[in-house]
């Protein structure tokens, strides 16, 4: 079965920098057509994508947040991590994170994790 | 960033009823266009992928269509586990935006 789990901190001081890591289960990190993703979602708010990393390590972000977000994988582990800094209570969310399903002609969040609320106070 | 507009943003329905929901990109994205279907708690779920493809074990009472700008999700014959949330994802170019959702709720 596969499966994704989120773990961190709950609770981060304002300008304290959020970490999590996302365990991969049932499967393996490096498959050539996956990418690895976090997605998050303020209280009674919708899905705001993250970034996204390649277990070669290659990444994209959101621009709203480049400055701030860091996505790294440990294959090792077959886990992947995010790094949020100086963050505020606008940080303040559910954040999860997802496998991607891709191909030249297809992209898709196809498993996620169960969520890990994260509140900045 | 291609903007993603869902309406409505919420409806009420009942048991057995045909509900659409729509979704318009703010530039053509071709049909990069995902759905999710999200339940109160829960992590969102894969619903349909390239506008119109379902996701295996996602019953065939969803459907999908359109193509470029506008995009469509059909629940055939709504199902009492089918209240939920459901956004649309496009996934043409970075950063990958969502809709900002679509409550059915019961009637």
């Known amino acids: 079965q596969v499966l994704l789990q989120e773990s961190g901190p709950g609770l981060v001081k304002p300008s304290g920098t959020l970490s999590l890591t996302c365990a991969f289960s049932g499967g393996s990190i490096s498959s050539s057509t996956n990418w690895w993703t976090w997605v998050r979602q303020p209280p009674g708010k919708g899905l705001e994508w993250i970034g996204e990393?390649?277990?070669?390590?290659?990444?994209n972000y959101n621009a709203s947040l480049k400055s701030r977000v860091s996505i790294s994988v440990d294959k090792s582990k077959n886990q992947f991590s995010l790094k949020l800094t100086s963050v505020t209570a606008a940080d303040t969310a559910v954040y999860y994170c997802?496998?991607?399903?891709?191909?030249?002609?297809?992209?898709?969040?196809?498993?996620w994790g169960q969520g890990t609320t994260v509140t900045v106070s | 960033d291609i903007q993603m507009t869902q309406y409505p943003s919420s409806l009420s329905a009942s048991v057995g009823d045909r509900v659409t929901i729509t979704c318009r990109a703010s530039?053509?994205?071709?049909?990069?266009l995902n759905w999710y279907q999200q339940k109160p708690g829960k992590a969102p779920e894969f619903l349909i992928y390239a506008a119109s493809i379902l996701q295996s074990g996602v019953p065939s009472r969803f459907s999908g269509s359109g193509s470029g700008t506008h995009f469509t999700l059909t629940i055939g014959s709504l199902e009492p586990e089918d209240f939920a949330t459901y956004y649309c994802?496009?996934?043409?170019?970075?950063?990958?935006?969502f809709g900002q959702g679509t409550k059915v709720e019961i009637k």
């Open positions: 530039q053509s994205i071709g049909r990069y």
């Open positions: 994802q496009q996934s043409d170019s970075m950063p990958r935006t």
């Open positions: 997802a496998r991607v399903a891709s191909s030249s002609w297809f992209y898709g969040m196809d498993v």
């Open positions: 990393i390649y277990h070669s390590g290659t990444t």
